[in-house]
């Protein structure tokens, strides 16, 4: 949930964070009915709402003034796990190849690595621009479409194209985004260095 506004405290049961807890409970429903069902359509239906529903708990939370610590931790918390989840899922029973998973997971783990490092030199993470928030949106509404070329006979014809053009489109712009964030911090780093050169 991003908001300039500070969270004022833990704030638990709010609304929004009801709504992300609704969401977070979606993770698991969706990986029954795909894994231990054949019920794909509703699967794909799970995840496109549970996903497609990120901006919900953001909205309320601005609206009804109840912006929380909990929600700033938990919001992304569970975006990025319904990605690696659908990600892994989908890897797991062959709808998508393993070359594209590494991709998505590479990308993550450099994001990781740069936030650590920039944690050490004593900067936040970037703001989430709106390149990488596009970007996260392609990439996750490939999966149910991906779900329905994959599994559902009757859809493969429309839903195998549509969903792969998503699939490696949202890939470009997911790393694109990636040396966005990378340029930033290079920059925060750097300036950093420059001042304590100018100090000394």
Not at 22 to 34: E, K, N, S, T
Not at 49 to 57: A, L, P
Request: charged share 10%; glycine share 8%; hydrophobic share 55%.
């Amino acid at each position: 949930m991003s908001n300039s506004t500070a969270p004022t405290g833990w704030g638990v049961w709010t609304w929004p964070n009801l709504v992300t807890a609704v969401r977070l409970a979606g993770i698991p429903l969706f990986c029954y009915l795909l894994l231990a069902t054949e019920y794909y359509w509703q699967a794909a239906v799970v995840l496109a709402v549970g996903g497609g529903t990120d901006w919900v708990d953001g909205q309320l939370a601005r609206r009804l003034n109840q912006v929380s610590k909990l929600g700033r931790l938990l919001d992304p918390f569970v975006d990025r796990l319904y990605i690696l989840t659908a990600l892994l899922a989908l890897t797991y029973i062959g709808l998508l190849p393993w070359l594209f998973t590494i991709a998505v997971l590479l990308r993550e783990a450099t994001l990781v690595t740069m936030v650590i490092v920039l944690r050490w030199h004593g900067f936040a993470p970037p703001e989430v621009h709106f390149l990488g928030k596009c970007a996260t949106s392609v990439v996750f509404m490939s999966f149910p479409v991906l779900v329905i070329a994959g599994l559902v006979d009757s859809a493969e014809a429309w839903a195998a194209p549509v969903g792969w053009a998503l699939a490696w489109w949202g890939l470009g712009l997911y790393w694109l985004a990636a040396f966005v964030y990378l340029r930033q911090a290079a920059g925060l780093i750097r300036s950093k260095h420059a001042r304590a050169h100018v100090a000394a």
